[in-house]
């Protein structure tokens, strides 16, 4: 079943949290770099947990990430990741903490050496899924094969966001993901 499915069959209060992110974020071309950072770091804090936990806590990792701010978070010291780790409005998972941290650092470096986390990933597209969750393994912390491909769907560099036949799908089209202008390469 589809995200788009699922959403339409989910109870209220359920459906509200899921529409919000489905109709307004999901698939739609992210083009700063905090906001890349930010999916980035919450694909990675669902790795084993729901979709709908994350919805619930966005707010806190807002706040406890500094708004994702790349540099910020790229200079936390061991003060910060305790802070983390004792946050209970955030997933407290040692191995998430230390990957938003030390991803933030290599974006950093993908800044200098690329102008932007987003001109990074425009230089390597075209790619396949293995091929970007190669590229991401090799560069990023934490971010398995599910994980690259949920944040390049969610960004709009990968199709899949959306059924065709879901009224957001035309919508996004309109913003022109990146997957429309050279469709990437099948598995």
């Avoid at 083009?31 to 669902?46: A, H, K, M, P, Y």
């Avoid at 030390?102 to 293995?130: C, M, V």
């Avoid at 991401?136 to 960004?155: A, C, H, P």
């Avoid at 089209?173 to 390469?185: E, F, I, M, Q, T």
Wanted: charged share 30%.
């Amino acid at each position: 079943m589809s995200y788009c499915s699922a959403i339409e069959a989910m109870p209220e209060p359920r459906r509200s949290l899921h529409a919000r992110y489905h109709d307004e974020a999901y698939g739609f071309p992210v083009d700063s770099d905090n906001g890349l950072f930010c999916r980035l770091v919450l694909e990675i804090n669902q790795a084993g947990l729901s979709w709908e936990t994350i919805l619930k806590k966005e707010e806190n990792f807002r706040t406890a990430y500094d708004g994702f701010d790349i540099d910020t978070v790229a200079a936390y010291d061991d003060v910060d990741r305790e802070r983390l780790l004792s946050d209970a409005g955030i997933v407290r998972n040692r191995l998430k903490v230390n990957a938003a941290i030390e991803n933030a650092k290599t974006i950093q470096r993908l800044q200098r050496e690329y102008g932007s986390f987003d001109a990074w990933l425009d230089h390597h597209y075209p790619r396949t899924r293995d091929k970007w969750a190669r590229l991401f393994r090799k560069t990023f912390r934490f971010t398995g094969g599910e994980i690259v491909n949920e944040f390049l769907m969610s960004i709009g560099f990968l199709p899949g966001a959306h059924d065709p036949d879901c009224p957001v799908y035309a919508e996004i089209l309109k913003h022109r993901p990146r997957w429309l202008d050279a469709p990437s390469p099948t598995q």
